[in-house]
């Protein structure tokens, strides 16, 4: 997983709320056996309408999700984040997540931005507007911001979250971080313990 301290760029406007992980990726996708394309699949049933926000051309290469409350609610898949980020996005803003999504986006590398409804209801408004705004994600100082339309506020991150992102941890990641002290524990381990050798 690479290090997200900051994400810049243009955003798309989802106006729906209580999104869930099925209507995220639609359980069709589930039985693929690796991680990656999963892209094809985001939003899948919604996307078979032309005018679908992620079919206008001008949201190509959009890299923020600007979503309702209660984005990713339902079940516990990870499938959900790794449509998102095999689709492009590295952030999702919201005012509320499904906790489990939510943890799964964090180890994933997929930043989740839990903002003021007000802000995401401004910067929604403010890219729905102009789909060239750029905005920033500022992991450090837990900031988002739209210089081009005046808009700039804080939001929300669990610092383990927030650790993880900024360093690019995956659980892995996390574990080899303690690798001095597991190899002397398993010096000192007896013998008739079970062994990883």
Not at 130 to 138: A, K, M, S, V
Not at 157 to 182: F, T, V
């Amino acid at each position: 997983m690479r290090p997200v301290p900051v994400v810049t760029g243009r955003a798309v406007a989802l106006l729906r709320s209580d999104v869930d992980t099925d209507q995220i990726i639609p359980s069709g996708w589930l039985k693929r056996t690796e991680r990656t394309g999963f892209g094809a699949g985001l939003f899948a049933e919604w996307r078979d309408d032309p005018s679908f926000v992620l079919n206008r051309p001008e949201h190509a290469g959009a890299k923020i999700l600007l979503a309702g409350p209660n984005f990713g609610t339902g079940s516990s898949r990870e499938h959900a984040v790794w449509a998102l980020t095999d689709y492009g996005f590295e952030a999702v803003v919201s005012s509320k997540f499904g906790d489990i999504f939510r943890n799964n986006s964090a180890k994933a590398g997929l930043v989740p931005v839990q903002a003021a409804e007000e802000l995401v209801r401004r910067l929604m408004s403010a890219v729905s507007e102009d789909p060239t705004l750029e905005l920033t994600i500022d992991l450090g100082r837990r900031s988002i911001e739209a210089p081009a339309a005046g808009i700039a506020g804080q939001f929300s991150i669990d610092e383990a979250a927030r650790h993880r992102l900024m360093n690019g941890l995956d659980d892995i990641g996390l574990s080899l971080g303690h690798l001095e002290e597991i190899e002397r524990y398993e010096q000192r381990r007896p013998g008739y313990m079970p062994s990883l050798t």
